[in-house]
């Protein structure tokens, strides 16, 4: 059983920055940070691997860093120069399922409640 919850949204101006954080229990193969915006579907961002392998969507790669501490079961995704575009809810995703494709939300099958990412222009 894997338990996950988000915290550190909030509105920031764009180019600004924010880091995100999830506090997790439990065992998980992957984690990832997945955002939604209204009427749309739920995009993977990064994930990272429980060896410490990351990748990141095209549209957020070189701005945006996930990482974890494993000692402090805690997923962190660091947002550098962020655009207007990036604004929706985030959320943090855990699985314990060995291999999936890492982007797919259909691979995780723990979730956590969101938090909300504003950046305005």
């Known amino acids: 059983q894997v338990q996950l919850m988000e915290s550190g949204g909030g509105s920031v101006q764009a180019g600004g920055s924010l880091t995100l954080s999830c506090a997790a229990s439990?065992?998980?193969?992957?984690m990832a940070w997945f955002r939604q915006g209204s009427g749309k579907e739920r995009e993977g961002v990064a994930y990272?691997?429980?060896?410490?392998?990351?990748g990141y969507a095209d549209s957020v790669k070189g701005r945006f860093t996930i990482s974890k501490d494993n000692a402090k079961n805690t997923l962190y995704l660091q947002m550098n120069s962020l655009k207007p575009e990036d604004s929706d809810m985030y959320y943090c995703?855990?699985?314990?399922?060995?291999?999936?494709?890492?982007?797919?939300?259909?691979?995780?099958?723990?979730w956590g409640q969101g938090t909300q990412v504003t950046v305005s222009s």
């Open positions: 439990g065992y998980t193969t992957f």
């Open positions: 995703a855990g699985s314990t399922r060995d291999p999936i494709v890492a982007l797919s939300r259909s691979g995780y099958n723990y």
């Open positions: 990272i691997t429980r060896g410490g392998s990351t």
